[in-house]
Structure formats: C-alpha cells, structure tokens
C-alpha cells in the first residue's frame, strides 16, 4: 500500500505561483517516475490531463504542454517526493493535481486543489 503525503495547493491571483509537492512511501516502495496530472473543474477522471513526468534514475523530465515555459518538476530520490513549481499561473490552470507514482504500475494520490482566480 502506497502512502502520499500531497501539499501545496491553494488560491492564487493570476501570474502568481505556487510550489505542489508529493511524497510517496510503502514497503519495498521501488519508484520508476513519478508525476503529476491535473483535472478541471467539471471534467471528469478520464478527461485528466497530463503535466509533467520525471523519471527516477536518470531525472528525465518530461512537460506536457500547459506546463511548458512556466513550470518545473524535480524530485528528492532519498525522500521519494516530487515537486512540481508554477509560475505565472493562469485561471486556466485552475484544477486538482494529482501526484502520481510508478512502480511500475502507477498508484495515485488524493489530489491538491490549485486555484488561480483574480
């Protein structure tokens, strides 16, 4: 069983930021990546859409396309956490963040809420 300690979210003007973080635990816990998706208001679990990605061993980093340009993804391999920086924050990136980890089959978190409103 997988624990996630997720933190970070909150409200936020536009161009303002916030720093999300994630961290895993679990016995023989071996992580692959880890990463973080995001779900507007209204949409439901399959309209989830994917933020960023980082892969373990190498720090790989991977930012889908409303991430580009204005966030960050790093990771603290000794505490299993991950770390997902905004900046320039949008109304459009109101949503709940879900950190995700795999390993290898991927286990969710309960998700932060994030909203970006004048």
């Known amino acids: 069983q997988v624990q996630f300690v997720e933190s970070g979210g909150g409200s936020v003007q536009p161009g303002g930021s916030l720093r999300l973080s994630c961290e895993v635990s679990?016995?023989?816990?071996?992580?692959?990546?880890m990463g973080w998706f995001r779900q507007a208001p209204g949409k439901g679990q399959e309209d989830r859409e994917s933020?960023?990605?980082?892969?373990?061993?190498?720090?790989?980093?991977y930012l889908d396309g409303p991430a580009k340009g204005r966030f960050t993804i790093s990771r603290d391999n000794a505490k299993n956490a991950v770390y997902l920086q905004m900046n320039n924050l949008e109304p459009g990136d109101t949503a709940r963040y879900y950190c995700?980890?795999?390993?290898?089959?991927?286990?969710w978190g309960q998700g932060t809420q994030v909203t970006v409103s004048s």
């Open positions: 995700y980890v795999d390993k290898p089959s991927r286990s």
């Open positions: 679990g016995p023989s816990l071996i992580v692959y990546a």
């Open positions: 933020v960023a990605r980082i892969t373990w061993k190498s720090g790989n980093k």
